[in-house]
Each structure stands twice: as C-alpha cells, then as structure tokens.
Nanobody, 127 residues
C-alpha cells in the first residue's frame, strides 16, 4: 500500500470548485506535518497549504481565502477544498508528509524535509 494517494483532480471552469483528497498510510507512532504542494508546467513545486501534527494550518498567499486544508484522522484522509479557482491554479497537486516538529506550525519545513509524496492529481482550470 502506497503511503499517500491523491484523488479528486479534474477540469473545471474559471470560478469553479474542487475538493482534493489524499488517503495516507503512515506510522501511527508519529505525528506528521501534512501538506499540499502544486507544480505548474515549467515551474518549481510550491507549497499550497499545510497542517501540523499539532493541528495548526498554514497557507500560501494565493490560497488564503480560497482554499482550506483539513484532515480526517479517523479516515486517514487529508483534504484540500478549493473555491474560486483560476486558470493560474492549473497544476499537478501533490500530497506530502514530514515528521512534524512540535508546535502549531510546520510551514517552515523545507520541501526536502517531506519524505513521503503521492503521485499527484491534475487540476485544470479553463478560462
């Protein structure tokens, strides 16, 4: 079983909504920082949102007010609810996990500190 598996991507029009899901299978002995990243064609991977192992959330500026990250620990599923999608949100979206530092924020973790990655789910927003 893969550690992380995303779903929920698709094609929507400008202003549309999508909810991404990531089922995770990680050690129950640790707390994890879970995050959504995205990678647009020709660009580097960028962080969208994260939730620390202690419950605090963080968002990129472009995600604030439009995206919400949440986690259902009973179902081992991470979500990214996205509203008011724009063509510039078109990207491959990835779920990732890192052992969480103590505290409400894990936003400061570098990309390289995320040790588990899903295969990605494509989001395409047309104008």
């Amino acid at each position: 079983q893969v550690p992380l598996e995303e779903s929920g991507g698709g094609s929507v029009e400008d202003g549309g909504s999508l909810r991404l899901s990531c089922v995770y299978n990680l050690s129950a002995d640790r707390r994890y920082c879970m995050a959504w990243f995205r990678q647009r064609p020709g660009e580097e991977r960028e962080r969208v949102a994260s939730v620390s192992g202690y419950g605090g959330n963080g968002y990129a500026d472009f995600a604030k007010g439009r995206f919400i990250i949440s986690k259902d620990s009973d179902e081992n599923t991470l979500f990214l609810q996205m509203w008011r999608l724009r063509p510039e949100d078109t990207a491959m979206y990835y779920c990732a996990a890192a052992v969480s530092p103590v505290g409400d924020s894990c936003w400061f973790l570098s990309v390289g500190q995320f040790t588990d990655w899903g295969q990605g789910t494509q989001v395409t927003v047309s104008s």
